[in-house]
């Protein structure tokens, strides 16, 4: 069982910073793939960025150049920086992990933390 759990949301205006935490209940990188998903009221949920097993890196059209992912091992944490942020990056960011990475892909993992809001305004 992985229990992930997300920090650092917050509101902030255009063009600032933000940077999320998602902490797992253990050392999950190596075994599993590891996401971020957002869904803004009324939209549905869509996958922002991905960290594969061998560290590889994926982001959605939308946020790239913008957002970069980086991991602490000791800390079980894999952070989601997230730069000149516009009103539509808005939402409830989750955090979700597998250990089949097409699950998290499809954003059908098996393991979500619970979210932590961003507004931008």
């Known amino acids: 069982q992985v229990q992930l759990v997300e920090s650092g949301g917050g509101s902030v205006q255009a063009g600032e910073s933000l940077k999320l935490s998602c902490t797992a209940s253990g050392n999950i990188f190596k075994t599993h793939c590891v996401a971020w998903f957002r869904q803004a009221p009324g939209k549905e949920r869509e996958g922002v960025a991905l960290?594969?097993?061998?560290?590889?890196?994926k982001f959605a059209d939308s946020v790239k150049g913008r957002f970069t992912l980086s991991k602490d091992n000791d800390k079980n944490t894999l952070y989601l920086q997230m730069n000149s942020l516009k009103p539509e990056d808005a939402g409830m960011y989750y955090c979700a992990a597998d250990t089949v990475c097409e699950s998290v892909v499809m954003g059908r993992a098996t393991y979500w933390g619970q979210g932590t809001q961003v507004t931008v305004s």
């Open positions: 960290i594969d097993r061998d560290g590889t890196r």
